[in-house]
């Protein structure tokens, strides 16, 4: 019994981690082509320069270049969230295990660790290594994925105003 729900949890954790990161990665990709677009002519060309399926531009990637992007161009961003890019990284790590790793078998490891740990093996530079998170740390990178969320869509509504306050200055040039 004990087993079975330890492998749910990890199964549940794994699902929670995964979706978060990639809603994230998927806001930071948002973010990127909004802030270089103006018009959704050069969000498309945009996204199909930097973003096309058959490159694979990876979560830490598009972490660099919103790095890039916060510090040369949201400075006020920056002050207003300045952990966001270590928390960003940080999940991005554990989203790589969680996704990349092996849970290990509860059978191996005592009741009383299982109850308050989850270990997964990855491969790293050809060897195995054991990595192990409580559940309290995962509790934690899970709401740190739900707060950074709100935080990119902040800036994503904000990149929306400025957008189309440019483009509503334009069209009165015209």
Known sequence: MIYRKYNEKVKNYRSLIIENATSLE???E???SSYF???MEEYALFNYIFFPSEVEIGFYDKIKMFEKLVEDALPRFK???PQTIKKLNQIRRIRNVFAHGDATDPFVKNIKQIKKEIIFTVVEKGQ???ITY?????KEIVRDCHDLNGVLAEQIRELKRSNNIFIGYLKKLK
């Open 30 to 32: 948002w973010i990127l």
């Open 37 to 39: 677009s103006r018009s």
């Open 128 to 130: 195995n290594k054991e």
């Open 134 to 138: 409580t559940f309290d740390y995962v």
């Open 79 to 81: 002050k207003k969230y």
């Open 26 to 28: 998927v806001q930071l």
